[in-house]
């Protein structure tokens, strides 16, 4: 999971913030409350996921308490990737 | 239509006629016919000209009788055939037919207060020389420009900033300050421009250069009644504002069909400019020729809508097709004339139109400019009713579905989840108590682009606010106002004048000596717009209600009826389909960007990089990306590498001359 938590915050990191915030992006920040991401970057991040870990996501799974921080992400993730196999 | 420049040397010398001919060399786009230069004691005016009135006579800068009063002109005074009648009966007596001598006339007779007189859309200077004064006015709403400096003694205006950088020894720098407000709210906020010590005389202002001081004064601003007397009372109210309404437009569109050339119309597909077009229609016999740009891109395109309005109407309709490439190879000249940073490609496929219709011969067009800022027609508006009304039930679920009615044409805003919807769009607590409600989502969006500037500009901008600004030039009745009219007055007093008759509009016409009025800037039309109960403005949540009424039969059902779709053009996305564009790659190098120091090289990196693999489609992006291009272009072009390239040689022989 550290490998999952490392490769979701340089995406992060890469698609939203252009390579700032390493220092600064905190695993329980809040995508929406820190404007990390505009409103269509939640489809980004969608795609990103799907594409990267071969999952699908429901649109009922679309919600801040799966997507909206780095923590979220990685416990959506693990869930989901528990599920799958 | 034309171009205006000028001097007054503060120290008393005489102006070199050299510079007021490299000033007006560079707004001869704005004025390919004529060009002359005058200079007395202290002073020097310039101008360009573009024959629409009085073909013969109408030759500037004009004098009256003693030579005491010397004017240049750029713009139309609509209602100057009444305002003629009306000296004529004073006896007041004339020379010419032109609109430049009754403007000259009138500030004879009423001096400064005859702005107030004026219907129309202008930029003037009257060099007094008796009084040993200059005297720059500029219309309401900001439709033509004019900017000036101070620079080495020496008072220097003109219609673009170019000519005034035409003066050698002017300093050409960007203001960090004003690049923060176009990060912020698309706009500067004149009178700043991008430009260090580069002012832009607001719209409504006009200013006076008398003993070595500048005094500014405001003749005219917005206004609407307070909240409390701006309510609809009844089906009666609804039917008197939309025949009164009505009566306005079609007065306001028949003067501006003033001209000695033919006249010609925008077609967007949408109602506005369908309306205006039905009512010149009305009121002339001419066939009349209409021109609209058509998307290679489907979710952009309105073709289909533009032709069943050209068919209803009945009109010789010309369209251009633009494609991706033809975006991106056009936007280094855009800049070129926008002077400014944009965040979205929209003015290129107008560029682009323009042109089309100086290929037809036609130097006039009349189009729907204003209608949504005045009756209400701008998505915002929407979204901000919206956000109060959920804001005032957070817990309903049924309520921020609504989001979704917001914004049907954007494909990547449909596919989103409702819980990023309200979250996105939502009211936190203290946003509703902001004087700035309205605005807010759109200037925190954009806000979050200052993540690319460099640390130096960064640490230049400091803690400063940007809407400290604004918030210090609130008129004084705004606090009273409905929100809907506050929403109104934000778009109207910056987007307006800075972008959309700017950006959008003066600037991208003229590159092709093309003139636009907008019946709906009437400023008759405006005042009683503000008077409108916004309820009738947009009803629940039906955009540009009271409009849609009076456009009832005058326009097809299906234009009157569609979903407001607001003009856009493919953004970032058209400079990387197709041809690669070495000015992209050049500008925004890892190398330029550092040397040009207004932005972080490896952020821009990695969006260039986000663009190339095709990964960027939300608007934050897009804007990042058109906004950062764009700036470096205005570095490039002005900063770095301006030159001075026009002079006489350019004109037709014999129409230069210097008078002293």
Known sequence: MQNIQQELRQFVIDNFLFGHGNGNLRNDDSFLDKGIIDSTGVLELVVFLEEKYHIKIHDRELVPDNLDSINNLVRFLETKLQHAS | MCGIAGILNLDGQRVDPDHLVRMAGQLRHRGPDDLSVYTDKAAGLAHTRLSIIDLASGKQPMHNEDKSLSIVFNGEIFNY??????????????????????????????????????????????????????????????????FYTLANGAFLFGSEIKSIFAVPSVFREIDPVALDQIFTFWVTVPPH?????????????????????????????????????????????????????????????????????????????????????????KFTNARLKTFSVAFDDPEFDEGSYQNEVARFLDTDHHEVQCDYSEIAGAFPSVI?????????????????????????????????????????????????????????????????????????????MQRQPDAYLSAFFGARPQDQNSEFFSHLPRWQMTSKLKMFFSAEVKSQIGSRDASDILRMALPPGYFAWDGFCQAQYLESAYLLPGYILSSQGDRVAMAHSVEGRFPFLDYRVVEFASRIPPSLKMKVLNEKYLLKRCAGGLVPSSISKRHKQPYRAPDGKSFFQGIRHEYVDALLSPVRIRQDGLFDPLAVERLVEKFRKGRAIGVRDNMGFVGILSAQLVVDQFVKNFGVTSSYAEYPAGTAAVCH
């Not at chain 2, 037919?97 to 009423?110: I, N």
């Not at chain 2, 009756?375 to 009304?389: L, N, P, Q, S, V």
């Open chain 2, 193 to 281: 421009t991008i430009f260090k010590n580069i002012l832009e005389l607001p719209p409504g202002h006009f200013l006076t250069v008398q003993n070595k001081q500048v005094s500014l004064k405001k003749y005219w601003a917005l206004d609407f009644p307070p909240a409390a007397e701006s309510v609809a009372d009844g089906a009666a109210t609804e039917e008197r504002y939309a025949s009164d309404l009505l009566d306005l437009l079609i007065d306001a569109t028949r003067i501006r069909l003033r001209s000695d050339v033919p006249v010609g119309a925008y077609l967007s597909g949408g109602l506005d400019s369908s309306l205006i077009t039905a009512l010149i229609r």
């Open chain 2, 81 to 146: 055939i009444e305002l003629k009648n009306d000296l004529i009966k004073k006896g007041v007596r004339f020379k010419t037919q032109s609109d430049t001598e009754v403007l000259l006339r009138l500030y004879e007779q009423k001096g400064e207060e005859c702005v107030h007189d004026l219907n129309g859309q202008w930029a003037f200077a009257i060099w007094d020389s008796k009084k040993e004064s200059l005297f720059l006015s500029r219309d309401r709403l900001g439709v033509r420009p004019l």
């Open chain 2, 336 to 412: 070129w004339h926008t002077e400014k940073p944009i965040l979205r490609t929209a003015p290129a496929p107008l560029y682009i139109l323009s042109e089309l219709v100086r290929n037809h011969g036609y130097r006039v067009v009349l189009t729907g400019e204003g209608a949504d800022e005045m009756f209400g027609g701008y998505d915002i508006f929407k979204e901000a009713k919206i956000r109060t009304f959920c804001a005032a039930q957070p817990d309903s679920s049924f309520r921020p579905l609504l989001y979704r009615r917001l914004y049907p044409y954007q494909q990547a």
